[in-house]
């Protein structure tokens, strides 16, 4: 039964990791740039977001000014990625750890809900499929 609630444990640790890390790109989301300001007139640009508070930095790409892409950096150590249909509703969520590791990769329907989720331990891929209306599949 220990080891049940460790695995328990240790995912309710991941998710509670992986959603601080939203929590965080939605912050900084909100804060204006602080670079690249004057080159909003190119089409295909990278801004970049400095949160002093935290430390970590978001740089959203654009391409032909639709938001590609969002990157959450500790450092120079890419924590967390956001990519982006041409619609601007996130495709794909990708949580890394601190050795640059994917750890979990996220996928969504265009409604929202979450179409698949691989999570990577240890060598090994679990995947989990969902329906369009949040049904765990497998």
């Not at 460790?6 to 989301?29: G, V």
């Not at 000014?65 to 967390?80: A, C, E, P, Q, R």
């Amino acid at each position: 039964i220990s080891g049940k609630v460790n695995k328990f444990d240790y995912n309710m640790y991941e998710i509670l990791d992986e959603l601080k890390k939203i929590d965080t790109a939605i912050s900084l989301l909100k804060k204006p740039s602080t670079s690249n300001i004057a080159g909003k007139e190119n089409p295909n640009r990278v801004e970049t977001i400095v949160d002093k508070d935290t430390n970590y930095t978001l740089k959203n790409t654009y391409i032909n000014n639709l938001l590609k892409k969002s990157d959450m950096l500790n450092g120079v150590k890419t924590v967390y990625t956001i990519e982006y249909d041409n619609e601007g509703k996130i495709e794909k969520c990708t949580n890394y750890d601190s050795n640059q590791n994917i750890q979990t990769e996220t996928y969504y329907y265009k409604n929202g809900q979450v179409k698949q989720r691989k999570e990577y331990n240890k060598g090994k891929i679990y995947v989990s499929d969902f329906s369009e209306n949040g049904k765990k599949i497998n």
